[in-house]
C-alpha cells in the first residue's frame, strides 16, 4: 500500500513540473532579473560594467536560443502574432544592447539605457510567461518540450563557451 502511494505521489510532482523547455527559458528570465538588480545597487563603474557583461551574455544567449529552437519550433503552436512580437522585442533588445556596449559606465545615460533595457525584459518575460502567453500556449501544443528542452541546454552550452 505505501508503495502505491509514493508511486502516485512520484506521478503527481512529475505531472505538475514545467516540462523542461519551459522551465530552462524561466531560469534564464529569473537569473537575467537577479543581474539586473545587482546592477541597480551597483557602485562602481567597473562593477557596473561587469555585470553588464554578464547581462549581455545571457541575455544574447538566450534570444538566440529561444528564437534558433523555440520560437521557431512552436510556429503553429503558439499564435503567430505573439511570436512576431516577442521577435521584435528581441530586435530591439538587441540593438540596446549593441548600443549600452559600445558606452562605459558614467557616461550620460549609461544608467538610465540599462533601466530601459530591464523594464524592455521584464515586459517581454511577462508576454511570455503570463497566463495565455507564449509558454502556456506552448505546453498545450504537441511539441516534446521536454525534448525540446534537452536541445535548448545543448545549444545554450554551446552559445556559452563560444560567447564568453
Not at 505531472?15 to 530552462?24: D, I, N, Q, T
Not at 558614467?106 to 525584459?121: N, P, T
Not at 503570463?130 to 516534446?144: L, M, N, S, V, W
Request: proline share 2%.
Amino acid at each position: 500500500m505505501a508503495a502505491k502511494t509514493k508511486k502516485k505521489a512520484r506521478a503527481k510532482k512529475s505531472a505538475s513540473r514545467e516540462p523542461l523547455a519551459v522551465a530552462l527559458l524561466k531560469k534564464d528570465h529569473r537569473e537575467v532579473e537577479g543581474l539586473f538588480k545587482k546592477f541597480e545597487k551597483a557602485g562602481s563603474g567597473s562593477e557596473k560594467l561587469n555585470l553588464f557583461k554578464q547581462i549581455a551574455l545571457a541575455l544574447k544567449v538566450h534570444t538566440k536560443i529561444e528564437e534558433e529552437i523555440f520560437y521557431s519550433e512552436e510556429r503553429g503552436e503558439v499564435e503567430d502574432d505573439m511570436l512576431d512580437e516577442a521577435q521584435v522585442e528581441h530586435d530591439g533588445a538587441k540593438h540596446l544592447i549593441a548600443e549600452i556596449e559600445a558606452m562605459k559606465p558614467g557616461q550620460d545615460l549609461y544608467d538610465a539605457k540599462v533601466k530601459v533595457l530591464s523594464e524592455y525584459i521584464k515586459h517581454h518575460v511577462k508576454e511570455e510567461e503570463q497566463p495565455g502567453g507564449i509558454f502556456a500556449q506552448a505546453k498545450k501544443g504537441d511539441e516534446d518540450l521536454n525534448e525540446m528542452g534537452e536541445r535548448l541546454k545543448a545549444r545554450k552550452q554551446q552559445l556559452m563557451a563560444q560567447m564568453a
